[in-house]
């Protein structure tokens, strides 16, 4: 998670944006005190609700740069993950994903695939593609990597800052045991079709960048759309 | 701080409670309003959309009520009043959400428009049933503030009151309408922008610093600070201190001491209990010589004054009590006129609520009389009347509650078939 933190805030640097204007929204996942030496604004928010936490922050003020950081696969806000991606909102998104719910007592995530760990009777689920989810629900830039590829990850983070709309970025980041496992078993495939990104067993973990691109995002739309209903008449939406 | 004129649709108003209540939003300057449509509110929030770009603010509809929410928090963060309009299901869902909103003590307004029933209960038909859950749904200590308009006109000023409320004292505010109250057209006036009083947001001026997002002001109420000015923000759901940094030491739980590290858990009650003088409002008519009050709120309030008429004629010395202010509830008057009074008649519509409360300040000293009804429709002023009667003739206060069997009850169930409080 440290090694996460770490290249977020190269990342910050690398990408040149305003650590002022940045606010961190994370769910309960996190421990709020990693941010101390960022420098940014920070909103630990409930259970599964940073996503739309941002969404409003992104609406009342479009000068805000929104670092959301989820850790739960998006499973208690995964409807707003779906729906944040639709709509592009201007958010820049970390899943990180450990498999587990490291902050109680280690349940499976809906990221979950293994047999590495002790759970007394192995997942049976299968896993969630959350790269193929972002994609096929718009989101303009989506990549995975793992928490040692370090480098990769800063370069990953100060890409992705300063696009507009929904980015993704999932970081592999088990416990510091299983990190170089993991880190062994991948392969970088930049490009690759997020519908064959899906972590199985026995197979190697596929990281890269998987999608670049742009489209519309909401405010540009919303004030687009309604220009064109009400010229002049219309208020564009501005921070107060 | 005058409201923005271009805010204020100035002028008589032919429209329902619902759309009374999006105005009274727009005049109080609220420019951001989350929702999911939910009967009976969607035309609050259409009448907000419809108004919103022309007047700077955002209208979005969200994929639940779970994430309106949470969106207006972030919005209200990000520096603008925000808002959200539900009913009684979407209510239930946002519960989580308004704890963390107590918590960080962040300033916006839910609209209910009660429906009938518990779950899906009757989307298109009245209901008070969510007094309750108003003051207490989601988990945790925290005091909020519940105001219950009777009327469009009401509807209109109450929320328009709410905001400032809200902004006053960093806590959310609740409007507690109902379908009858949002579905009623009535003449509205709205005044002119000069006529209303804005509570802007209470901002920190001093230096970026020093700016800790707990600190309180003398009243107990803290100072806001927007997002991504530089105050480097700290907030979170987990219980925290004056700088908005966790605390888990059960020793500073109870913020007594001066230390920075004692928690603020106790203020989040405190402020709304020492400032509840400035903050309750109700309105009487009649009391000075009653025997009987007959205490409401919503359009119950209004169903009661037929009631109230009628006994007065039959030489009944009865007064009203109407809440604006559900929560805080106004404690001291109700034990006031508890000694005056021979019998208190609660009309709600839901099976014993706020009744409760009355009980709670009379303490025993008059007879609580409660006014059931089951929702989907309003009282029959005769129910009210017959109440008014029966605490008229009763001297000695019982030790409980009673519960007056309706006309309607009394043919669907028999004489004895319901069972009492």
């Avoid at chain 1, 944006?17 to 101390?36: G, H």
């Avoid at chain 2, 002028?11 to 009374?20: E, P, Q």
């Avoid at chain 2, 003088?277 to 119950?300: L, M, N, P, R």
């Avoid at chain 2, 002023?381 to 605490?391: C, F, N, T």
Wanted: hydrophobic share 40%; with cysteine; aromatic share 10%.
């Amino acid at each position: 998670m440290d090694k996460i933190i770490e290249a977020f805030h190269d990342g910050i640097n690398k990408s040149g944006r305003d650590r002022e204007k940045m606010c961190m929204v994370t769910d309960i996942a996190y421990d709020p005190e990693v941010v101390d030496y960022l420098g940014v604004d920070l909103f630990h928010t409930n259970r599964g609700r940073a996503i739309a936490f941002a969404t409003g922050m992104k609406l009342s003020n479009p000068n805000l740069i929104l670092a959301v950081f989820i850790g739960d696969m998006a499973t208690l806000g995964g409807n707003h993950f779906v729906h944040a991606a639709r709509r592009n909102m201007d958010l820049f998104v970390v899943c990180v994903n450990d498999f587990r719910y490291r902050k109680v007592a280690a349940q499976e995530t809906p990221g979950d695939f293994s047999r590495l760990e002790f759970s007394s009777y192995c997942s049976i689920e299968q896993p969630l593609n959350l790269p193929h989810l972002a994609r096929s629900n718009g989101a303009v830039y989506v990549a995975r990597w793992t928490a040692l590829h370090h480098e990769d990850l800063i370069n990953s983070m100060a890409e992705a800052l300063p696009q507009a709309g929904f980015k993704l970025i999932e970081v592999i980041s088990p416990k510091p045991e299983l990190l170089e496992f993991f880190y062994l078993n991948s392969e970088i495939k930049h490009g690759e079709d997020t519908a064959k990104v899906g972590i199985e067993e026995d197979k190697k973990i596929v990281v890269g960048k998987f999608v670049e691109r742009e489209r519309e995002t909401f405010i540009d739309a919303y004030n687009k759309q309604h220009y064109k209903v009400l010229g002049d008449k219309f208020i564009k939406i501005a921070a107060e | 701080m005058k409201a923005d004129p271009k805010n204020v649709f100035t002028g008589s108003h032919y429209i329902d409670g619902d759309v009374a209540c999006a105005y009274g939003a727009v005049a109080a300057g609220c420019k951001y309003l989350a929702g999911y449509p939910i009967t009976p509110s969607t035309e609050a929030a259409e009448a907000f959309a419809v108004k919103a770009p022309y007047v700077g603010a955002q209208f979005i509809q969200m994929e639940d009520e779970l994430g309106s929410i949470a969106s207006v928090l972030g919005a209200s963060w990000a520096g603008k009043k925000a808002m959200t309009i539900t009913s009684g299901p979407g209510f239930s869902l946002m519960m989580e959400t308004i704890g963390l909103g107590a918590a960080t003590e962040t300033p916006f307004v839910i609209i209910n428009i009660q429906r009938a029933g518990p779950s899906t209960g009757v989307p298109t038909s009245t209901g008070q049933a969510d007094m309750m859950q108003a003051k207490w749904g989601s988990h945790g200590d925290y005091e909020i503030i519940a105001l219950a308009p009777e009327s469009p006109q009401e509807s209109f000023e109450l929320t328009f009151k709410a905001f400032n409320l809200a902004e006053r004292y960093r806590v959310p505010v609740m409007v507690m309408s109902d379908e009858c109250v949002g579905h009623m057209a009535e003449k509205v006036v709205i005044p002119n922008a000069q006529e209303l009083e804005v509570e802007p947001r209470r901002y920190f001026t001093g230096s970026k610093k020093d700016y800790k997002p707990f600190k309180r002001d003398k009243d107990l109420v803290p100072w806001m600070a927007r997002a991504g000015a530089g105050y480097k923000l700290y907030l979170t759901g987990l219980t925290h201190g004056e700088d908005g940094r966790p605390i888990f030491d059960v020793k500073t739980f109870e913020m007594k001491s001066k230390s920075l590290r004692g928690s603020t858990n106790r203020y989040l009650v405190d402020k709304i209990r020492h400032n509840r003088d400035k903050i309750i409002k109700f309105e009487e008519h009649q009391t000075d010589d009653a025997e009987v009050v007959v205490v409401s709120y919503g359009i119950s309030a209004r169903v009661a004054i037929k009631a109230v008429k009628e006994a007065r004629e039959s030489g009944i010395k009865v007064g009203t009590l109407r809440l604006v202010t559900v929560w805080p509830f106004p404690e001291k008057r109700i034990e006031e006129l508890a000694h005056q009074v021979k019998g208190f008649v609660v009309p709600e519509i839901n099976y014993g609520q706020v009744v409760y409360e009355v009980d709670r300040c009379s303490q025993g000293r008059a007879n609580v009389i409660l006014v059931p009804h089951g929702g989907a429709a309003v009282h029959d002023s005769d129910d009210i009347l017959g109440a008014i009667k029966q605490a008229a003739t009763d001297h000695n206060p019982y030790d409980r509650i009673l519960e007056y069997t309706t006309a309607l009850e009394r043919e669907v169930f028999g004489e004895n078939m319901v069972s009492k409080i």
